[in-house]
């Protein structure tokens, strides 16, 4: 729509076609919002933008701020508020909630439901739900626009692409047997054949020409049977649909030997920036405190999700249980400053980290120096739609959707006790987020994990963790 690629037929549209994200340079992290603003979009009015800013819920004055000093999820909205205030415009908005947290998401499906005039690519079901009247649905024979948002839409899928893959079980074993019909009938036209010879069964000669005529009359018939059967074939060979079925995913995950993994009382995180002692002490000039009052438990097969808002400490958490199990982390790892935070010993974790921005070579290469099996990695990886061609690219020329999933391949090819992941939907289509849910529900697994995408973690999940209260108040 953009004009980037060729394409055929035409594009019209009253309006411009403006698209999200803006593309940002590294100069450009140093220039304040207004002056962005400026570059962007030169004739765009001050006070349209600031409008745009309070209804998602910053202040105008973060505009005299550096760009690069802002949030991720500031950045996106400032984005959002300058494409909103242009006026003449249609807008693409590609993937917006990757750097929000929930509270963030929540706000900008209200926001975009009080907008009109944008296509919205979004692997967010609750946002889709939220805010979108159509869906373009790209499938593999053609392209579809339905009314109603994401979840009436799933729903008529899922029950045509049931009833079609009904039907392609009858027609395969229709086209089985007309096969096998008709390799029987060439087999008998080969054998009528042979009596052109005057050679029968019982050894006896007969009439030659007699047997010729009535063979050749026989082989006609049996041609005409087998052409009526392969022309059966093809035409039941060209109602079989080409259905996009997600693959299950398997899971074998260790069983602990006893019930409870990790227990946490009134328990408190703080990041050492300084003090002298080993441990800092919650309030003190060298403890930046992170967490407190914090309670939960763990037990076998629990699914818990940590919430919050950004900034919170959900990964906080996460970095102190692979530290208390000896896993190495960040280089910087907060300290318990009070209460009890016990992690089971001999716990074999698998970690699936927030960024992927480091993986570099072959796909393969994450899984060199370990156990894995590199059959069942490399299967995992196609079951989540990945090329083979992209099997065999550098990790540093895939999008960050097939990065997070070679990591995912890893970590559901690793045997462990406890599986912790760090917000592992970001960038994944919905569809390997189903295969994931599907995976996770089904499954006796442990698992700790970070996730901005509500439908999913309220699908799984059977204990949270909500890091929004304030300091001194409880954190359960």
Same mark, same amino acid.
């Given at each position: ?14 309006? /411009? ?19 962005? &603003?400026?570059?962007? $979009? ?10 745009? @800013? ?15 000093? @802002? ?28 750097? @929000? $947290? ?33 869906? =373009? ?13 994401? #979840? ?22 229709? =086209? ?13 036209? /080969? ?11 019982? %050894?006896?000669?007969?009439?030659? %020409?007699? =047997? ?19 022309? #059966?074939? $093809? ?46 002490? #919650? %309030?003190?000039?060298? #403890? ?17 999700? &940590? ?18 199990? %000896? ?8 300290? @318990? ?47 989540? /739609? ?35 992941? $760090? ?54």
């Amino acid at each position: 729509m953009q004009g980037i690629y060729e394409y055929t037929g035409s594009i019209v549209s009253p309006e /411009d076609f403006e698209y999200f994200p803006f593309e940002l340079k590294d100069s450009d992290e140093m220039l304040t919002g207004m002056e962005l &603003i400026e570059k962007w $979009d030169p004739d765009n009015e001050y006070w349209r933008v600031c409008i745009e @800013l309070s209804e998602l819920g910053l202040s105008p004055e973060i505009l005299e701020r550096s760009f690069g000093k @802002l949030s991720k999820g500031e950045q996106t909205k400032v984005m959002l508020a300058v494409l909103f205030s242009k006026e003449n415009a249609f807008l693409l908005i590609d993937e917006p909630t990757n750097h @929000l $947290d929930i509270e963030g998401r929540e706000l900008l499906g209200k926001y975009l439901n009080g907008k009109k005039g944008f296509i919205l690519v979004s692997h967010d079901r609750q946002l889709l739900n939220s805010c979108i009247d159509h869906v =373009i649905s790209i499938n593999i024979d053609d392209i579809e626009v339905v009314k109603g948002n994401f #979840a009436p839409w799933y729903e008529n899928k899922s029950a045509r692409d049931a009833a079609e893959i009904k039907e392609n079980l009858r027609l395969k074993r229709d =086209i089985r047997r007309l096969s096998e019909s008709a390799r029987r009938v060439e087999g008998w036209s /080969d054998k009528v054949e042979k009596t052109k010879n005057g050679k029968q069964s019982s %050894g006896l000669k007969g009439d030659k %020409g007699h =047997i010729g005529h009535m063979a050749a009359k026989a082989m006609k018939r049996a041609k005409n049977i087998e052409s009526r059967k392969l022309k #059966a074939i $093809d035409e039941k060979k060209g109602h079989l649909k080409n259905i996009e079925i997600a693959e299950e995913l398997i899971l074998m995950p260790l069983k602990y030997h006893k019930e409870r993994l990790i227990e946490v009382r009134n328990a408190g995180l703080a990041y050492d920036v300084g003090c002298d002692s080993g441990k800092p002490q #919650a %309030g003190s000039a060298g #403890a930046k405190q992170i967490v407190e009052a914090l309670s939960f438990s763990v037990d076998r097969g629990d699914k818990l999700v &940590i919430e919050g808002r950004n900034g919170s400490g959900k990964s906080s958490i996460i970095n102190y249980i692979l530290k208390e199990s %000896g896993i190495a982390g960040p280089a910087s790892c907060p300290v @318990l400053t009070e209460g009890d935070f016990r992690v089971a010993s001999g716990l074999k974790i698998s970690y699936v980290p927030q960024d992927t921005d480091r993986l570099s070579g072959l796909p393969e290469s994450v899984i060199e120096g370990t156990d894995t099996d590199r059959t069942l990695f490399f299967s995992i990886l196609r079951k989540l /739609d990945f090329g083979r061609d992209e099997l065999l690219r550098d990790m540093r020329e895939l999008s960050s959707g097939q990065k997070k999933k070679v990591l995912i391949a890893k970590s559901l090819c690793e045997r462990a006790h406890l599986y912790i992941w $760090d917000e592992p939907l970001n960038y994944i289509d919905v569809f390997s987020r189903i295969q994931l849910e599907n995976l996770i529900k089904k499954s006796d697994m442990t698992m700790i994990f970070i996730e901005h995408d509500m439908e999913f973690s309220r699908n799984v999940c059977n204990k949270t963790v909500r890091l929004q209260a304030p300091a001194g108040s409880q954190n359960t």
